[in-house]
């Protein structure tokens, strides 16, 4: 029996501005056993995705009573070593206000590369380094610290700039949608959920075709969380194989759907 009734898959992107239309910034979506299709944005002058138009459509998709189980390609939280370094409360909801206020990526005008060097926000004092990593991000294997800056396959950019926008659906949204981990690994029923996921996990798994690397990443994360859903493999998933003292550290630093 599925969880979800809908599957929709993000490739995000932290270039530009909050405003600027991104061709790296892809949706996918499927419903029932149809394979994902991809989702243009709203009518505009823009051709592609914004990252807040995106929030905005997410959180009038996930206002509706569809049961709907969305998966976003970066980072939802940081390192335990950044709140041991920084001295947070290692509670999510309020990681996600002080990161907005020393990382305000959501303004309309502002470049992740703004607050990295000073022109605004209070960066300076909300940073890590490139040599931590969360637990899921050593688990993975392959995938990067979330303050690996300007390398390849680097998510840090995406990362500083899609957590305000978390915040922003949350304060829109909750109760109604479930943030995994952070509001409980186990999913109740009839709840929409976001999750953090890592296409290179999938991508492989099916034909590319004639579809971009980002289109592709996109539709595979759609794709995988459909059929995983409808195997029966979803819920073991939600549930990872972790000690209890890695499940704490995991709670806080969050966790990449489909590592185990």
Known sequence: MR????YVGIDYSGAETPTSSLKGLRVYMTEGNAKPIEIPPPPS???????KGLAEWLVERLAEEVPT???IDHAFSFPLRYFEVHRLQPNWPSFLDDFQRHWPTDDD?????????GLCGNGAVRTGH???KRLTEERSGTAKSV?????????AKSTHSGIPWLRYIRNKLDPRVHFWPFDGWSV????SVIAEVYPRLWSGQFPRQDRTPDQHDAYSVAAWLSQADRNGTLADFFNPALTPPE?????VEGWILGVR
């Open 3 to 6: 969880n979800f009734l809908r």
């Open 45 to 51: 002058p823009r051709k592609y995705w914004t990252r």
């Open 69 to 71: 189980l969305v998966g």
């Open 109 to 117: 005008h502002t470049y992740v590369d703004f607050v990295r060097h």
């Open 130 to 132: 490139s040599r931590w």
């Open 147 to 155: 303050f690996h800056f300007d390398v390849q396959g680097s998510v």
């Open 188 to 191: 109740p029923a009839g709840r």
């Open 247 to 251: 499940r704490a550290v995991a709670g």
